[in-house]
């Protein structure tokens, strides 16, 4: 696309409905599908059309959704739409907000996570030669939703169900609620919209029979039905989560990657895993997860915000915090919790183990029940592991603390100070034996037990 002939666009994103059925105290759109509020998905779907403006029209709670929003695109701005009058009156909201943009507008729904960023191109291409274009579906039930009057390839109107004849009723075609126009001549139209129908309210689907009366062309393009589930209730919101896995489930299949149990593992919506990586059953994706190709995670692990290298096995029962990164062939075992850590190549942490606020150099071996112990119970300490360096078993590393490469710690040592290159620390209470104690010490006890069963 040239300079020339770029068309910038502008998002306007419609959450201001109650979300009674929720039964929530959280705004509708902030509840969560596949880790990211249902808003975030609805600005994702545009995200590839680069919006030079997204306004979001909400209800109550406007300033906790425009702080959701800022996350993702900095510049978003919510507008308050105090009265409900319809879904006209609602993109009427956003009309300051958009004062001296130029270009398209693209009305979509807060609550419709799952409309494809490609729908929203064809619409784009589309609105080329048409004035206006809707997104329509084919409704296995079309029960209550809008239908698209078409003759030909032209959309003549939209017929709300309330106020449509036997035969409208008849229509399949229905609207997604999901419309793009020019931003002056949407503006224009919706000021000529009134609320003379069966649900007195401004209906933003009379702007296609407003744009026809002018002589311009509209027209609808198509997409499946499933993109246009929308979330209404708790019950809807689990439906939509189970839509986004199944789908998700069978994108990674398809990319190459082994899910032995595809049923059992959960992903997030930014989830990202190599080719010829392994996921064993019951395997759980928090967000901001990426896995190299061919690591190994392992049953019952639990990943969040890190990263996974080549030929890192992961798990049974491992648990991976923000800012952990495995390097290639690092091997974390069962009962292991890592959080903001480096492990270098090579690395293992094999058993019962907690690093937190670390690094470990290349092919350091960490014995089970090894611990970083990085908080004071106010400031977080960093420990630093060098390389080839061997953590005897039940390891306590008071941070902040160095351990030099080539090191070793004796098993059950408290390191409170750091360990040069290449030496053994050995810090615990020295043994001491006492012989015949323990045969002399049981009878002792016997003894008394037997005294005291006679009195
Ligand atoms: C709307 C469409 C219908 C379409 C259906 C698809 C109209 C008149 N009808 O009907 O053709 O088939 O969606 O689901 O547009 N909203 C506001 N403020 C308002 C009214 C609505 O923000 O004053 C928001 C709601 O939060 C929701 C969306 O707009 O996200 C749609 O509103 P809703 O009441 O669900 O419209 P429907 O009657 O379902
Ligand atoms: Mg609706």
């Known amino acids: 696309?040239?300079?020339?002939?770029?068309?910038?666009?502008?998002?306007?994103?419609?959450?201001a409905g109650q979300g009674t059925r929720?039964?929530?105290?959280?705004?509708?759109?902030?509840?969560?599908?596949?880790?990211?509020?249902l808003l975030h998905h609805a600005m994702m779907s545009g995200a590839s059309l680069e919006p030079e403006r997204t306004v979001i029209v909400a209800g109550h709670g406007a300033e906790e959704v425009q702080d959701s929003a800022r996350e993702l695109d900095p510049e978003a701005t919510a507008v308050v739409q105090e009265d409900r009058l319809g879904t006209a009156h609602a993109t009427d909201q956003a009309r300051e907000a958009l004062v001296g943009f130029e270009g398209n507008v693209i009305v979509l729904y807060g609550d419709t996570p799952f409309i494809k960023p490609e729908t929203l191109e064809r619409m784009i291409a589309a609105r080329g030669t048409n004035a206006v274009v809707v997104l329509g579906f084919e409704a296995a039930d079309p029960g209550r939703y809008g239908r698209l009057a078409m003759n030909g390839e032209m959309l003549e109107k939209i017929v709300e169900f309330k106020d449509a004849t036997d035969e409208e009723k008849a229509i399949t075609f229905c609207n997604s609620g999901v419309i793009c126009a020019e931003s002056k001549l949407l503006f224009e139209l919706i000021a000529?919209?009134?609320?003379d129908n069966a649900s007195e309210?401004?209906?933003l689907t009379d702007v296609v029979a407003l744009a026809r009366a002018r002589g311009l062309p509209v027209t609808a393009v198509r997409c499946d039905e499933e993109e246009t589930l929308g979330v209404n209730s708790r019950a809807d919101l689990a439906a939509a989560e189970a839509t986004f896995q199944a789908r998700r489930r069978a994108e990674a299949l398809d990319e190459g990657v082994t899910l032995q149990a595809p049923d059992t593992v959960w992903?997030?919506?930014d989830t990202m895993i190599g080719r010829d990586a392994v996921i064993e059953p019951n395997v759980y994706f928090g967000p901001e997860v990426t896995i190299e190709t061919g690591a190994h995670i392992r049953a019952f692990s639990h990943l969040e915000g890190c990263h996974v290298s080549r030929g890192a096995i992961v798990g049974p029962f491992a648990r991976l915090r923000p800012g952990a990164e495995l390097a290639e062939d690092v091997h974390v075992g069962n009962f292991v919790e890592i959080k903001n850590a480096q492990v270098a190549e090579g690395a293992k942490v094999n058993h019962l183990t907690y690093i937190g606020d670390a690094s470990i150099g290349e092919r350091s071996n960490i014995g089970a029940g090894t611990i970083t112990c990085n908080y004071d119970g106010?400031?977080?300490?960093?420990t630093e592991i060098g390389a080839r360096v061997f953590i005897g078993s039940d390891t306590m590393l008071i941070a902040p603390v160095k351990i030099g490469d080539d090191a070793m710690t004796a098993t059950g040592s408290v390191i409170s100070s750091d360990v040069p290159a290449g030496a053994l620390a050995v810090a615990r209470a020295r043994q001491e034996n006492k012989p015949g104690f323990a045969i002399r010490f049981m009878e002792r006890l016997r003894a008394l037990k037997q005294k005291k069963s006679k009195e």
């Open 192 to 195: 000529e919209v009134d609320n």
């Open 201 to 203: 309210e401004y209906y």
């Open 1 to 15: 696309m040239s300079d020339s002939n770029f068309t910038a666009t502008a998002l306007v994103i419609l959450a």
């Open 378 to 382: 106010v400031f977080k300490h960093h």
């Open 22 to 37: 929720m039964k929530s105290d959280l705004p509708k759109v902030l509840h969560k599908v596949a880790g990211a509020p």
């Open 267 to 269: 992903f997030s919506h």
